[in-house]
């Protein structure tokens, strides 16, 4: 009989250290676990930073080579004597911003000119007795892939107090290029 009542007081006992050592193992595999998911959720969190860091330096990255494939495409065009210049390949040997709706053979149309710092809705016309200013922009559309993408020229021309003649101009430069993307869909 001491037997069996020395069995039973160390199975109370087995049993009473059975029960908190079952729960602490619970509680450490648990906690284990959430650390897991929480350290998948910050790499996962890192990823998705990442790759949206990525896909604006690959945008950035490639509207950066359109406008630099315009340039080449210019300049290949002077070098083979079809224009004088690359502010020529924009705008046409017929100047396509004096008059509104006119298209480049490059594809350049006028976006907006301003005379003297106020814009001009119609023909473009210098007015004499004055020193006369045009800042001028010209754009172009592409769609690529499902992006629509405009290419911005800014061109500024300046002509001598009195002069007249659009084509006589005393100075004569391009201010800035700039591509832009839209936030458009163009297949929908």
């Known amino acids: 009989m001491k037997d069996s009542k020395k069995n039973s007081k160390n199975n109370l006992k087995n049993k009473g250290f059975i ?3 079952t729960l ?9 676990f959430s650390m897991i998911l929480l350290s ?8 998705i930073v990442l790759k949206s860091t990525n896909d604006e330096y690959w945008l950035l990255e490639n509207l950066s080579t359109i406008a630099e494939y315009e340039i080449f495409k210019g300049e290949s065009l002077i070098n083979e004597n079809e224009y004088d210049d690359i502010i020529q390949y924009f705008e046409d040997k017929d100047l396509v ?12 149309k006028r976006l907006e000119v301003k005379h003297n ?7 473009v016309e210098l007015v004499p007795f004055m020193r006369n200013k045009l800042e001028i922009k010209l754009f172009k559309e592409l769609n690529i892939e499902d992006k629509k993408i405009n290419i911005e ?36």
């Open 153 to 188: 020229i800014k061109l500024f021309y300046e002509y001598l107090f009195g002069e007249t003649d659009i084509l006589k101009s005393f100075k004569r430069e391009i201010q800035g290029v700039d591509v832009i993307l839209k936030n458009e869909n163009i297949r929908n």
């Open 97 to 108: 911003w004096i008059e509104k709706d006119k298209i480049s053979k490059s594809g350049y």
């Open 40 to 47: 998948y959720k910050t790499e996962l969190d890192s990823f």
């Open 117 to 123: 710092d106020k814009f001009i809705l119609h023909k």
């Open 19 to 21: 029960l908190p050592t």
């Open 24 to 32: 602490f193992i619970i509680t450490f595999l648990v906690w284990i």
